[in-house]
């Protein structure tokens, strides 16, 4: 959950300590010369008002980041793109449509649902755009957005969604041990899909305490991908007590942004992080990642002041 930040010195923090501050403000020279120019501007303006509009509607016409939201176009399939779609290679067919599911497309989702079982093991998941697309999805703060993710890659691993399929899996986790973190992410994919979603639950439950830290990483992000409500205590301990902190991070992950976690279940969450707050056993980084896990979850931005989070919850928290 770590995360860079930066921030820019206060005036006050620029300021040399042995700065001597007048008493009373001044106008600058930058500020008396800015003056200048825009009263230079308004006479100008009142006896040639067309230049100034011209500069003016261009000035408009330049979009700025600090803006809201401004649509392109609407988000909708094109009738040209999706006639189109027949005629291209499924690789195409899915590159384009994921793209459009990341950007809220009208359409694109129902198109993917409709396509993905023609696109069985005719797709490359593992490198090119569509890897990249993928690995965006999986990241959207739409869940339809991330299972569309997991479908088109079961579609590009040629893994179909039967019992038969988990079988063959565990088995390979069994005697590969040196692909157990691919296996046992894909296997979250697979329970989230609603293979065998129970038995995979206790797959990743008996591996949480597993004394290899591979293993613990990707048991709890399979944890996170069945995101069943039962998970959640599961994962909690393990971000609470787990020696390793890449492990604990995972967990703190898993709970408040990654995997398929609906809203309401990271909701869940809340009381346990509000008591892990003041937990005397946790070091500054895990406690840090309790903060920003709350954060996350909630949206509330209310730092790492523990009154705060409770005065918060005590108000939102459905009775």
């Given at each position: 959950?770590?995360?860079?930040?930066?921030?820019?010195?206060?005036?006050?923090?620029?300021?040399?300590?042995?700065?001597i501050r007048p008493?009373?403000?001044?106008?600058?020279?930058?500020?008396?010369?800015?003056?200048?120019?825009?009263?230079?501007?308004?006479?100008?303006?009142?006896?040639?008002?067309?230049?100034?509009?011209?500069?003016?509607?261009?000035?408009?016409?330049?979009?700025?980041?600090?803006?809201?939201?401004?649509?392109?176009?609407?988000?909708?399939?094109?009738?040209?793109?999706?006639?189109?779609?027949?005629?291209?290679?499924?690789?195409?067919?899915?590159?384009?449509?994921?793209?459009?599911?990341?950007?809220?497309?009208?359409?694109?989702?129902?198109?993917?649902?409709?396509?993905?079982?023609?696109?069985?093991?005719?797709?490359?998941?593992?490198?090119?755009?569509?890897?990249?697309?993928?690995?965006?999805?999986?990241?959207?703060?739409?869940?339809?957005?991330?299972?569309?993710?997991?479908?088109?890659?079961?579609?590009?691993?040629?893994?179909?969604?039967?019992?038969?399929?988990?079988?063959?899996?565990?088995?390979?986790?069994?005697?590969?041990?040196?692909?157990?973190?691919?296996?046992?992410?894909?296997?979250?994919?697979?329970?989230?899909?609603?293979?065998?979603?129970?038995?995979?639950?206790?797959?990743?439950?008996?591996?949480?305490?597993?004394?290899?830290?591979?293993?613990?990483?990707?048991?709890?992000?399979?944890?996170?991908?069945?995101?069943?409500?039962?998970?959640?205590?599961?994962?909690?301990?393990?971000?609470?007590?787990?020696p390793s902190p890449?492990?604990?991070?995972?967990?703190?992950?898993?709970?408040?942004?990654?995997?398929?976690?609906?809203?309401?279940?990271?909701?869940?969450?809340?009381?346990?992080?509000?008591?892990?707050?003041?937990?005397?056993?946790?070091?500054?980084?895990?406690?840090?990642?309790?903060?920003?896990?709350?954060?996350?979850?909630?949206?509330?931005?209310?730092?790492?002041?523990?009154?705060?989070?409770?005065?918060?919850?005590?108000?939102?928290?459905?009775?």
């Amino acid at each position: 959950m770590s995360q860079e930040q930066s921030q820019e010195p206060s005036q006050e923090q620029s300021a040399s300590q042995g700065e001597i501050r007048p008493e009373t403000p001044t106008i600058g020279k930058s500020r008396l010369v800015f003056l200048v120019i825009v009263l230079a501007l308004t006479l100008f303006a009142a006896v040639n008002p067309a230049p100034i509009k011209a500069a003016w509607a261009e000035f408009e016409r330049i979009i700025l980041l600090k803006s809201s939201p401004l649509p392109a176009s609407p988000a909708k399939l094109s009738g040209h793109e999706t006639e189109s779609l027949s005629a291209m290679a499924p690789q195409q067919q899915a590159q384009l449509l994921m793209e459009r599911a990341i950007n809220h497309y009208e359409g694109a989702i129902e198109l993917i649902d409709h396509s993905v079982p023609s696109w069985y093991g005719r797709l490359d998941v593992q490198k090119g755009p569509l890897a990249g697309l993928l690995y965006t999805a999986i990241n959207a703060n739409d869940l339809r957005v991330r299972a569309a993710s997991l479908e088109i890659t079961l579609a590009g691993y040629n893994l179909h969604k039967s019992p038969e399929t988990v079988d063959e899996l565990l088995v390979r986790l069994q005697d590969e041990p040196q692909h157990r973190a691919w296996l046992l992410w894909i296997l979250g994919v697979l329970g989230n899909r609603g293979v065998e979603t129970a038995r995979l639950e206790t797959v990743f439950l008996d591996r949480i305490h597993d004394p290899d830290e591979t293993t613990r990483t990707y048991a709890v992000i399979g944890l996170g991908l069945l995101a069943t409500d039962s998970s959640i205590d599961p994962l909690i301990g393990v971000f609470r007590e787990d020696p390793s902190p890449h492990v604990r991070e995972g967990a703190a992950c898993a709970i408040a942004q990654s995997g398929m976690f609906r809203e309401e279940q990271r909701m869940a969450a809340v009381p346990d992080l509000l008591r892990m707050m003041d937990d005397a056993t946790l070091d500054a980084t895990t406690r840090s990642w309790v903060f920003q896990a709350l954060q996350d979850i909630t949206g509330a931005g209310l730092g790492s002041n523990p009154a705060a989070w409770r005065d918060w919850w005590s108000q939102h928290s459905r009775r």
